[in-house]
């Protein structure tokens, strides 16, 4: 059962413009929600991480909108360059149940020049 | 900082086989670390959860006799796949959580670089 409910599957942007990642949860005790990148082979690295209590974060190019009451965050990537290439996993957890993340689905993100 | 190791990167080993995987948090005490299994342009799923010096969590499904996972220090975990068959074939990640205090970084889990492990 995915907890976690990430869209779209893929996504085509041009350089310089705005890539958008969509994820819905259903839990209301996830009280943690990171985003990651990851290339082909390798592990993912942590982008950005918001807790409920706000409602956006920016981090560089990357911005995390948060929607408590849809249950709903996104990734918002900025002036997206070809290096970001790569494909974008939301997540979820939950502090007092060992913080095990769960992911969506990934989104393949293609950056054209 | 907050760096997580995995060694090997790559290891292809005969059906029946054990193999192992180490874990390896470098610049940090992990107090939790965490087994992922990624199959090609799927997610990762958690197979188990453990804390230095106590038993691992499995997931439901996971066989626990089957991966053995062992955190015998607050940098290193290990994994070892038993009697080894071609659909064990996978991705294995482990990702690494710190006793970090303050805000924010409390929750932060970083990945090692996977280990692509092929049954033959």
């Known amino acids: 059962q995915q907890q976690v409910k990430q869209s779209p599957q893929s996504l085509i942007v041009q350089k310089g413009g705005i890539s958008i990642i969509n994820c819905a949860y259903e839990?209301?005790?996830?009280?943690?929600f990171p985003w990651y990148q990851q290339f082909p082979g390798k592990g993912p690295a942590l982008l950005i991480a918001i807790r409920p209590d706000v409602s956006e974060k920016k981090e560089g190019r990357f911005t995390i909108s948060f929607n408590k009451s849809a249950k709903q965050f996104s990734l918002h990537i900025m002036d997206s360059q070809p290096g970001d290439s790569a494909t974008y996993f939301c997540a979820a957890s939950i502090s007092n149940s060992g913080y095990a993340l769960n992911f969506g689905k990934g989104t393949s993100l293609l950056v054209t020049p | 900082g907050a760096v997580v190791s995995q060694h090997p990167s790559r290891v292809i080993c005969k059906s029946g086989t054990s193999v192992k995987i180490e874990c390896r948090s470098l610049?940090?005490?992990?107090?939790?670390m965490f087994w992922y299994r990624q199959f090609p342009k799927q997610s990762l799923m958690l197979m188990a959860t453990?804390?230095?010096?106590?038993?691992?969590?499995?997931e439901q499904g996971v066989e626990k006799d089957k991966f053995l996972i062992n955190h015998a220090s607050l940098t290193l975990s290990t994994l070892t796949v038993t009697s080894a068959h071609p659909e064990d074939s996978s991705f294995y990640i482990c990702?690494?959580?710190?006793?970090?205090?303050?805000?924010?970084?409390?929750?932060?889990?970083?990945f090692g670089p996977g280990t692509r492990l092929t049954v033959t």
């Open positions: 610049d940090f005490q992990a107090t939790t």
């Open positions: 453990s804390n230095e010096g106590s038993k691992a969590t499995y």
């Open positions: 839990n209301t005790a996830f009280d943690y």
């Open positions: 990702s690494a959580r710190g006793p970090w205090g303050g805000q924010g970084k409390t929750y932060e889990q970083y």
